[in-house]
């Protein structure tokens, strides 16, 4: 886990567009709602407290042996606030040290974790740039022989990981459908509806360790090839269904989930003398999803939300995979109100029908 006391995740959803002419487009990207199904709130000030967890794995799996080798950070818990206006959100974020004390146990991770979600109404994109440094094994058991217990993991400082990718859908009844409810807060689903989506995704994984991610005492793990570096790379089209559940007007379950096939490249650079490095084209496979529960009114939310991308390239060696898994759980309280004096430059005048 860091040691910086004071983690700032800063978070600026935006199109900041003083003209005329961008502030139509943003009005074009907002689109038309519903109002019988969905209200907007983007002309007040939104302000949330919230708690986080963003969560990260490295995995490998070997279908020949029925076996899978994971990896893990240590994950942090961020306590934070938060406000959404207009087509401007920040959210900021504190790694307090006194919660998140648990080094001993799973080792010390130092990350830079960038994640943007941008929800205009036809479409939505998640936008990832991930660093991590120090993970560690999660079932020593399955690896090690006579591991003392699960009170302590394995950790692996050396191992660090570099993650960037790309998730957009297009959202098929945007009017009738709302994402910002559930995930922005700034809108309030009335109804129950849902879409389906259609959309594409690219991502690139590079992680390495100063010796082989297998321990040492296994020969039969992909093939008993033993590496100290992997990248996969992919591109491609997925599609799937959203849909929110509404009771009483206030009480809501959002549900999404997206999956697809992707072309892309695999490598592996093996750690011991006499072994080849691999490589090869590849497919892959990727699902992402959402889910939110809560209420919502108003001037009043509070809700959980958990969002999450799996994705996984076969590997050089036949039926093995290499994956990679990030996704985040939050827990927002939020209170919505008017401000005496409109910032116009932010907010504007959308259309509803």
């Given at each position: 886990?860091?040691?910086?006391?004071?983690?700032?995740?800063?978070?600026?959803?935006?199109?900041?567009?003083?003209?005329?002419?961008?502030?139509?487009?943003?009005?074009?990207?907002?689109?038309?709602?519903d109002?019988?199904?969905?209200?907007?709130f983007?002309?007040?000030?939104t302000?949330?407290?919230?708690a986080?967890i963003?969560?990260?794995?490295?995995?490998m799996?070997?279908?020949?042996?029925?076996?899978?080798?994971?990896?893990?950070?240590?994950?942090?818990?961020?306590?934070g606030?938060?406000?959404?206006?207009?087509?401007?959100?920040l959210?900021?974020?504190?790694?307090?040290?006194?919660?998140?004390?648990?080094?001993?146990?799973?080792?010390?991770?130092?990350?830079?974790?960038?994640?943007t979600?941008v929800?205009?109404?036809?479409?939505?994109?998640?936008?990832?740039?991930?660093f991590?440094?120090?993970?560690?094994l999660?079932?020593?058991?399955?690896?090690?022989?006579?591991?003392?217990?699960?009170?302590?993991?394995?950790?692996?400082?050396?191992?660090?990981?570099?993650?960037?990718?790309?998730?957009?859908?297009?959202?098929?009844?945007h009017?009738?459908?709302?994402?910002?409810?559930?995930?922005?807060?700034?809108?309030?689903?009335?109804?129950?509806?849902?879409?389906?989506?259609?959309?594409?995704?690219?991502?690139?994984?590079?992680?390495?360790?100063?010796?082989?991610?297998?321990?040492?005492?296994?020969?039969?793990?992909?093939?008993?090839?033993?590496?100290?570096?992997?990248?996969?790379?992919n591109i491609?089209?997925n599609?799937?269904?959203?849909?929110?559940?509404?009771?009483?007007?206030?009480?809501?379950?959002?549900?999404?989930?997206?999956?697809?096939?992707?072309?892309g490249?695999?490598?592996?650079?093996?750690?011991?003398?006499?072994?080849?490095?691999?490589?090869?084209?590849?497919?892959?496979?990727?699902?992402?999803?959402?889910?939110?529960?809560?209420?919502n009114?108003?001037?009043?939310?509070?809700?959980?939300?958990?969002?999450?991308?799996?994705?996984?390239?076969?590997?050089?060696?036949?039926?093995?995979?290499?994956?990679?898994?990030?996704?985040?759980?939050?827990?927002?309280?939020?209170?919505?109100?008017?401000?005496?004096?409109?910032?116009?430059?932010?907010?504007?005048?959308e259309?509803?029908?």
């Amino acid at each position: 886990m860091a040691r910086t006391a004071c983690l700032i995740t800063l978070i600026i959803s935006l199109l900041l567009a003083f003209p005329a002419g961008a502030q139509g487009f943003l009005t074009k990207l907002s689109g038309e709602n519903d109002t019988n199904y969905v209200e907007s709130f983007l002309d007040q000030l939104t302000t949330r407290v919230y708690a986080s967890i963003k969560t990260t794995e490295i995995s490998m799996r070997d279908q020949n042996i029925n076996k899978n080798l994971i990896y893990h950070p240590n994950d942090a818990l961020i306590l934070g606030f938060g406000f959404n206006y207009g087509i401007l959100g920040l959210n900021i974020g504190f790694n307090l040290p006194f919660i998140n004390n648990d080094d001993a146990k799973y080792g010390k991770t130092d990350y830079l974790d960038l994640q943007t979600h941008v929800y205009f109404r036809p479409f939505i994109l998640d936008i990832y740039a991930q660093f991590y440094k120090g993970y560690h094994l999660t079932e020593p058991n399955d690896w090690i022989t006579d591991w003392p217990s699960n009170d302590t993991f394995p950790a692996r400082p050396d191992i660090s990981s570099v993650s960037i990718g790309l998730n957009g859908h297009y959202i098929f009844n945007h009017k009738k459908f709302s994402y910002r409810a559930p995930f922005l807060q700034n809108e309030w689903q009335k109804k129950s509806a849902g879409s389906f989506l259609l959309g594409g995704n690219m991502f690139y994984v590079d992680t390495k360790g100063d010796s082989s991610f297998i321990p040492k005492e296994d020969t039969t793990f992909f093939e008993g090839t033993h590496f100290s570096q992997s990248r996969i790379a992919n591109i491609g089209v997925n599609a799937g269904y959203a849909r929110t559940f509404v009771v009483k007007q206030h009480f809501f379950l959002t549900m999404s989930l997206v999956g697809g096939l992707s072309g892309g490249g695999s490598w592996i650079y093996t750690s011991e003398e006499g072994e080849p490095d691999r490589s090869g084209f590849t497919v892959a496979g990727n699902i992402s999803g959402r889910v939110a529960l809560g209420y919502n009114s108003k001037k009043f939310f509070a809700g959980v939300s958990y969002l999450w991308i799996f994705v996984r390239n076969q590997s050089p060696i036949p039926q093995t995979w290499l994956g990679y898994d990030t996704g985040m759980f939050r827990f927002n309280v939020v209170y919505r109100f008017r401000l005496k004096k409109d910032l116009r430059f932010l907010s504007r005048t959308e259309k509803q029908k």
